[in-house]
């Protein structure tokens, strides 16, 4: 239904290719749920590298799917690089996760995953 993430550069890359599509939503939902988790750890614990770590590599992914919060997750991203420790990303993080679980969810029933 895509409310709460947008295929249409996902369509672009996979040429309109349906099976393909179904095939980055399975990624998509293999990988992001797992680093999101891995950087809401990684913040609790004040982990500055492993949370860079993690927000990075969802970065990519969660632009592709246009989550609509890729300028938080850089904020988080950012936090862990210079290790930003008057800051606190806390706000950002929890808009992060929330995009992620709501993503995770439709894709699954949309994709009957």
């Not at 989550?67 to 930003?84: A, R, S």
């Amino acid at each position: 239904m895509e409310l709460h993430y947008k295929l249409f550069r996902v369509r672009e890359l996979a040429d309109n290719d349906e099976s393909f599509i179904a095939a980055l939503a399975e990624a998509f939902l293999e990988e992001v749920p797992v680093d999101a988790d891995r950087l809401k750890n990684a913040v609790a614990a004040k982990d500055y590298q492993e949370a860079y770590q993690a927000a990075h590599k969802m970065k990519p992914t969660i632009d592709l799917f246009e989550l609509g919060v890729l300028d938080k997750l850089i904020e988080v991203q950012d936090w862990g690089k210079f290790t930003k420790t008057d800051e606190d990303v806390t706000a950002q993080l929890n808009i992060v996760l929330t995009a992620v679980n709501k993503a995770s969810a439709e894709m699954k029933s949309d994709f009957k995953l």
